[in-house]
């Protein structure tokens, strides 16, 4: 049974969840896929999501699995778990997605969109990247801290029709949306935001604005900033001042927000550094180039999920960049 207007969502996290409510108030339909633990607490208890606009949280019963059904097939999907599950959930998902289904990422990372690409090239993949903030209470209760701004940009086709229906529908629940002219280059604005900011929340636990505002931390923003910078490819025109200013106006968007990373690593979940400064390691040394800064925060990050070092020793690291 295809369901033409009906737009799946694959993960029920902060984004997610602020997804769903904003397109369940505009009256789409929308199935949601997501973890065992996830999909039962919230058949039991719904969905609790406050959106800026919103006096309390509302309330939401979902259509929720965590198996879709074989014979539901999609034509719309929106993807918002953490990019480093892209590989995993690609199978899951070929069976229920139609051959030429679009399906839009709203994830960080660069590359992450290869695994959808490989399982099926007639997929319309597109990118959103997103300064959308919100924060989980509990595992179904979400609020949203900044509507931001989103950037649409269209992976592997041409045709203008996929990415303006994606816009005019992100645009009607009330997101503020652009489409980009080159995608490859705002997705590298993008990471080098997601490679600063967030993890050095992360190792600091500092909000946003704190990461950006502290001096020590400002020059370690900086020579992360070069170093991809020498990496990029060359066909991708950016520049250091470009870097700064978008990291300045998503933490000014952002500024008493916790990163998506700190969350994380507060619940004790797997963060997503191996698909940014991780990436980014792994890209220098193809080309033959060092990047310790990226090298060290990729390191940090890690030493911290693992929970194998104290703080304090994470962050006397830290200084010696």
Known sequence: MKNKKTILIVGLGAIGSVLYRRLNLKKYKVVCLTSVKSSKLIRKKGLRVKLTTDVSPKLLNCEIYNVLPEDRIFNKCIVTTKSWMNELIVEDLQRNLSSTASILLFQNGLDIENPFLKTNEKWKISRALTSLAAYREKKN??????????????????????????KDILTQIGLSVDIA????????????????????????????????????????IRTVILEMLSIIPEEISITFDESIQIIERIVEETYNHKASMLQDIEGGKRTEIDVLNGQIVEIAKEKGIKVPANEKINELVKQISEGNVPKEQVILDLRSL
Request: hydrophobic share 40%; proline share 2%.
């Open 141 to 166: 209760e979400t609020f949203e801290a900044n509507v931001g701004h989103t950037i649409l940009g269209a992976v592997n086709f041409k045709e203008k029709e996929t990415i303006n229906n994606w």
């Open 181 to 220: 002219k080159e995608i490859q280059k705002e997705i590298w604005l993008k990471t080098t935001v997601n490679c600063t900011i967030g993890p050095l929340a992360a190792i600091t636990q500092l909000t946003n604005g704190e990461v950006l505002k502290d001096t020590f931390l400002n020059r370690i």
